[in-house]
């Protein structure tokens, strides 16, 4: 095991376009799942492909354990990745797939045998299994070989990138839980990419949230849930997404469907002093209440979407604006066309500036 650093580590792909990472500083502890998440183009598996060797630098270092890795050559750094198409040989059986990164180290067989059927144990693939060939797997089983070849190297660290995302919904959802597991069990530092936040916040000890190139926000899943830094980081974490809506401040708090939110005095005074006469307002889903007519938010139900436990409503507000989403109680909910009153807590309604996007802390 060992810990991760990257140190302003930079890689740029054409002289006149932006950097795909851009100075990234992160520490990775050892034995951490640490998870890179971002939409697309955000860096995250530029990110990891420079710490695997696979990408060069063009400026900072990247180190693994007290050694700069840098300038070394992927084969030598101690690392085992496992990627988005599993990457496996479809002419070799399943055993002797997980084996042929040990074979080409010139391991002897016997040790060979014994580390692929340990790895077999921990990943449930039974006999019968490791005789098939890729071509007779589920895609799930296909995952699975992927993660039990790198365990058998008994790496320094693993790299995951978007391991999930050939795999159903259904598959996904308890193979996420099965790596997790499976990462604590072992101890091993591992860095996972994804885009996909509902992922990154159920697997990750602590999540970095990129975007364009540039690191917004690294922190537990529960810190980035309830203080991010940012509106791009309010608004990628949590689903469904938090309702943002640039709204007029006005005395005491801010302009929003007929009536004005209170917001705290720091809050006020941070836009006091950035001269702003707006701000984005930011409130999660499941912090609009329904209040029987007695809320401050006013609007008209245009859609439900129900999910079983819970439903969301779309919401169009009192004096226009953008519709918002509420989460309500899943068996009754307020039917298309109802008109329905919410109840806003002080404490949960989040403010940025309109131009920088960063939080106006309370």
Known sequence: MAQVKYVSASRVYAKDAPPAVDALDL??????????????????????????????????????????????????????????????????????????????????????????????????????????????????????????????????????????????????????????????????????????????????????????????????????????????????IGSPAMNLQKVPLADGGARLAGTTLPLPAAVRTAAKQAGLSELVLGIRPEHLHLADGSGELAGEVLLVEELGADALLHVRLAEGGNPVVARAEGRKPPAPGQQVTFHVQQDDVFAFHPVTGARLAD
């Open 27 to 236: 520490d990775i502890k050892d034995g951490e799942f640490m998870v890179l998440v971002g939409p697309s183009g955000s860096g995250k598996t530029t990110a990891l492909r420079m710490l695997a060797g696979l990408e060069p630098l063009d400026g900072g270092r990247v180190e693994i354990g007290d050694r700069d890795v840098t300038f070394v050559p992927p084969k030598d750094r101690d690392i085992a990745m496992v990627f988005q198409n599993y990457a496996l040989y479809p002419q070799k059986t399943v055993a002797e797939n997980m084996g042929f990164a040990l074979k080409m180290q010139h391991v002897p067989r016997d040790e060979r045998a014994r580390r692929v059927h340990e790895a077999a144990q921990l990943l449930d693939l039974d006999e019968k299994l490791l005789e098939r060939k890729p071509k007779a797997l589920s895609g799930g089983q296909r995952q699975r070989v992927a993660m039990g070849r790198a365990i058998v190297r008994e790496p320094k660290v693993f790299l995951m990138d978007e391991p999930l995302s050939n795999l159903d919904a259904k598959l996904r959802v308890q193979t996420r839980s099965q790596i997790a597991e499976l990462q604590r069990r072992l101890g091993v530092t591992t860095v996972y990419v994804t885009h996909d936040q509902v992922e990154a916040m159920t697997m990750g000890n602590r999540v970095a949230v990129l975007a364009a190139g540039r690191l917004q926000q690294c922190d537990t899943p529960r810190q980035l849930y309830d203080n991010p830094v940012n509106q791009f980081v309010a608004g990628f």
